[in-house]
């Protein structure tokens, strides 16, 4: 699972990163969370960042409440799932990103919070697919969800499943309309261990109310409470 994630890039490293226009009051962000309105790039508007939610409801309950939207979708069975095929498909985005967050499970009630990040520190892709649909209201609303794979040997220390992370040769790939299922389904694969660190950051983290560089900063191991542990 993937359920938070940050972005704290600047607007300029934004554009130039992946040559596409921004918002002209792009902040950055680095505590995003699910239901938020994020960035991504579609293969509709490459050259352009689009705002859409984070979160998709299924097709066959979209009356149901915010808290019940699906945030991830497992890679393994995105193109057998009913609910998630056609988007697979048709409708594949990329989801801008320069560190993800899970928590390491200590116990019943103790969990330390770890943010994943690239060993160079640049901005990376999730792969993700997109859906538009109309709100009760009649409005259109545009949703997206992150796929997630097996964990390389750094993330399964803290998590079953981790984000697909897309390569830059990838990236294009991803969007191009003319890729084959066979070579999209090639590069749902955990991103390689030696390209990535973790390390420990404070339980701010857990409240999405918190947004803010500070929860960026390596952290001594701390529990959901702020209480110190022994283990990281």
């Excluded at 808290?67 to 991830?72: A, T």
């Excluded at 389904?185 to 390209?195: A, G, I, R, Y």
């Excluded at 701390?222 to 542990?229: E, K, L, V």
């Amino acid at each position: 699972m993937c359920g938070r994630y940050s972005l704290s890039k600047s607007k300029i490293e934004l554009e130039e990163r992946y040559q596409a226009e921004m918002l002209a009051d792009f902040k950055p962000r680095y505590n995003i969370a699910p239901t938020q309105l994020v960035p991504v790039i579609t293969s509709e508007s490459p050259k352009g960042f689009s705002f859409f939610y984070w979160g998709i409801t299924p097709d066959f309950g979209q009356n149901k409440p915010v808290s019940q939207k699906l945030i991830n979708a497992k890679a393994e069975t995105i193109h057998e799932k009913i609910s998630f095929k056609s988007s697979f498909q048709k409708r594949r985005c990329l989801i801008p990103a320069d560190g993800f967050f899970e928590w390491k499970k200590l116990g019943k009630k103790t969990k330390i919070p770890y943010r994943f990040t690239l060993r160079n520190e640049e901005t990376f892709s999730f792969a993700g697919i997109w859906e538009e649909y109309e709100t009760v209201s009649g409005e259109s609303q545009h949703t997206f969800l992150i796929l997630t794979t097996k964990p390389n040997e750094l993330v399964e220390e803290v998590h079953d499943r981790m984000p697909v992370i897309l390569s830059r040769e990838q990236e294009k790939k991803w969007l191009d309309s003319y890729t084959s299922e066979t070579e999209l389904q090639s590069m749902l694969q955990p991103f390689p261990v030696e390209l990535m660190v973790s390390y420990t950051v404070s339980p701010l983290v857990n409240s999405v109310q918190n947004d803010s560089p500070g929860i960026l900063r390596r952290t001594s191991p701390m529990d959901q409470f702020g209480n110190y542990t022994l283990f990281g």
